[in-house]
C-alpha cells in the first residue's frame, strides 16, 4: 500500500516535469551540479566541445549528423520524423528537383539586397525560422537561441504554442519580428485571453495553423514512447543512457516547462499531458466562422498555416487574413498529402496578388528558396534547417546555420544575376 502510493506520488512529479528528479543518480548528479564551480567546469568543457565540431557544419546534411550525435535517440527521432511512411516528408525536399534554375549573365551583381517587406515586416532575408514545439529540449537555449539567431539576421521566428520560453520574455529580448502559433481551443474564453495575451506583447503576428486538427500517426514516437511527459520503452530509455551528456545538460538547466500553456492552463495537477492538451482542449470542430471571428477580434496581422488548396486560400483573403503558410507541417500530419513546393504556383495564382504567401518544407538549400520565391512565395519557412543546428550547437549552431543561409542565397543571386529579392520570377525557372 505504502509502496503504491510512492509510486503515485512518484509519477505525479514525473508528470509536473520533475523528471530529473525521479532516481537517486540523477539527484545525487544534480547535488553536485549545484555547486556553481562544478557547474561552470561542466559547461565550459561542452561549450568547447560543441565549436569544435560546429566549424565542421557546411550544410544541412551535417548538422543533421551532429544532432543525431548529440541528442538521446527519441528525441531526434521526434525531430526527424514525419507522419506514417514519411513520403510527403520525403517529397518535400525532392519536389525542388522538378524544376531548374535558369541564370542571366553580365548583370553586373556588385551587391545583393536579400531584404523583403511581408505582412508589414522588413526582413534583412527571405528566409525566417518556423515555430516548432519543445524547442529546450533540444538544447537546454531552446527558443531563447532561436530569437537570437534571428534577430542577429534581421528575420523573423515563430514560437509555438508548445513553445519553453514565454513570448514575453523573448520579445522584451529582442525587436526582431516574432509571430505567435496558436492552436484554437474549445473555450472559446480561453482563446480570447491568449490573444489577449499576445497582443499586450507586442507580438506582430499572429499564426493559427490549421493542419492539426488531429495528431499526426508518427511511428517513430510510437515506437520509443516519446511523449511529455516521457513514457519511454525501454529501448528509448537505453537511447537516453546512451547520451550522457544530454542528461548532464538537461539536468543542469532550468526546468522543462510550457510557459505559453501554463499561464491558462493548469498542466501539473491534472497532469495534462501534450497528446492529452491535443484530445481534450483543442477543439476539433474549428470552422471558418470561428476563424473568421478570430481574425476580426486580432485585428492585425493575421496568418493561416497549413493551407494547401486554392480554395482554402481563398477562403482565407476573403475573411481578412492577411497571409497563409503553404505547408503540410513538413510531413508530420497527413502523410501522402502534396509537397508544399508542388503546390506553391497554383495557390500563389490564386490569391498572390491579394495576400503574402510563404511556403514551408523541405528547405534545406538557398537554391531552394530562390526557386520558391521565383514562384511567388514572398518568404520561405524553415524548420528543421534550424532545429537540427540548435540540437548540435545551441544558439552558435543556429547562427551558424541561418549565417551559411546567407552566405548562400548571396552566391546563389549573383550567379542568378539578380541583386534584389524581387527580380526572381518564373521566367527563371523551367520544369524538367
Ligand atoms: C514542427 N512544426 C510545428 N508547426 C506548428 O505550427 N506548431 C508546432 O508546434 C510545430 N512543432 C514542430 C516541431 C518539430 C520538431 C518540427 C520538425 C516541426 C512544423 C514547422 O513549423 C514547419 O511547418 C516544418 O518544420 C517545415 O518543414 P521542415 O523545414 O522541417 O522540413
Known amino acids: 500500500m505504502l509502496s503504491r502510493q510512492r509510486k503515485m506520488r512518484r509519477r505525479a512529479r514525473f508528470r509536473r516535469g520533475e ?96 531584404s523583403v517587406t511581408v505582412m508589414g515586416q522588413k526582413l534583412a532575408l527571405p528566409v525566417y525560422c518556423s515555430p516548432t514545439a519543445l524547442q529546450r529540449l533540444f538544447h537546454h537555449q531552446g527558443e531563447r537561441a532561436v530569437a537570437a539567431a534571428a534577430a542577429k539576421y534581421g528575420t523573423m521566428f515563430g514560437v509555438s504554442s508548445l513553445g519553453t520560453v514565454s513570448l514575453d520574455e523573448l520579445r522584451k529580448a529582442h525587436d526582431t519580428s516574432q509571430i505567435y502559433q496558436f492552436y484554437f481551443h474549445k473555450d472559446r474564453g480561453l482563446n480570447r485571453a491568449m490573444l489577449q495575451r499576445a497582443k499586450d506583447a507586442r507580438i506582430d503576428i499572429m499564426m493559427l495553423t490549421v493542419d492539426s486538427i ?13 511523449s511529455i511527459p516521457f513514457r519511454l520503452t525501454l529501448a528509448g530509455m537505453l537511447q537516453f543512457a546512451m547520451k550522457p551528456r544530454w542528461g548532464i545538460n538537461y539536468i543542469t538547466h532550468e526546468r522543462f516547462r510550457l510557459p505559453q500553456l501554463e499561464e491558462h492552463i493548469d498542466m501539473r495537477g491534472s497532469a495534462l499531458s501534450i497528446g492529452g492538451y491535443f484530445t481534450e482542449m483543442l477543439d476539433p470542430s474549428m470552422n471558418w466562422d470561428d476563424v473568421a471571428e478570430m481574425v476580426r477580434h486580432w485585428n492585425g496581422q493575421f496568418c493561416l498555416k497549413g493551407v494547401m488548396s486554392p480554395a482554402d486560400a481563398k477562403h482565407a483573403a476573403e475573411i481578412g487574413c ?108 523551367r520544369l524538367r
Not at 543518480?25 to 564551480?37: H, I, K, P, Q, Y
Not at 495528431?215 to 510510437?222: A, V, Y
Open 19 to 114: 523528471f530529473e528528479d525521479s532516481c537517486v543518480l540523477s539527484r545525487l548528479f544534480r547535488r553536485c551540479c549545484e555547486v556553481s564551480a562544478t557547474r561552470g567546469l561542466v559547461h565550459a568543457w561542452i561549450g568547447t566541445r560543441a565549436s569544435m565540431v560546429l566549424r565542421n557544419c557546411h550544410n544541412f546534411h551535417d548538422f543533421r549528423r551532429l544532432a543525431k550525435r548529440r541528442l538521446p535517440g527519441p528525441i531526434f527521432d521526434y525531430i526527424d520524423g514525419a507522419a506514417d511512411e514519411e513520403t510527403t516528408h520525403r517529397r518535400n525536399t525532392k519536389a525542388f528537383e522538378s524544376c531548374d534554375l535558369v541564370p542571366s549573365v553580365l548583370r553586373g551583381v556588385g551587391s545583393v539586397d536579400l
Open 214 to 226: 488531429t495528431g499526426g500517426n508518427r511511428e517513430r514516437d510510437l515506437r520509443t514512447g516519446f
Open 322 to 429: 492577411t497571409g497563409i503558410v503553404v505547408s503540410n507541417h513538413g510531413g508530420r500530419q497527413l502523410d501522402g498529402s502534396r509537397a508544399s513546393f508542388d503546390q506553391l504556383a497554383e495557390i500563389v495564382d490564386a490569391v498572390g496578388d491579394r495576400i503574402d504567401v510563404f511556403m514551408d518544407g523541405g528547405v534545406q538549400r538557398g537554391t531552394h528558396v530562390l526557386k520558391a520565391l521565383s514562384v511567388g512565395a514572398k518568404a520561405v519557412g524553415v524548420g528543421r534547417y534550424y532545429l537540427y543546428p540548435l540540437a548540435a550547437a545551441g544558439q552558435a549552431g543556429v547562427e551558424r546555420a541561418l549565417g551559411l543561409m546567407k552566405a548562400e542565397l548571396e552566391r546563389d543571386m549573383k550567379l542568378m544575376g539578380c541583386i534584389a529579392i524581387g527580380q526572381l520570377s518564373r521566367d527563371n525557372l
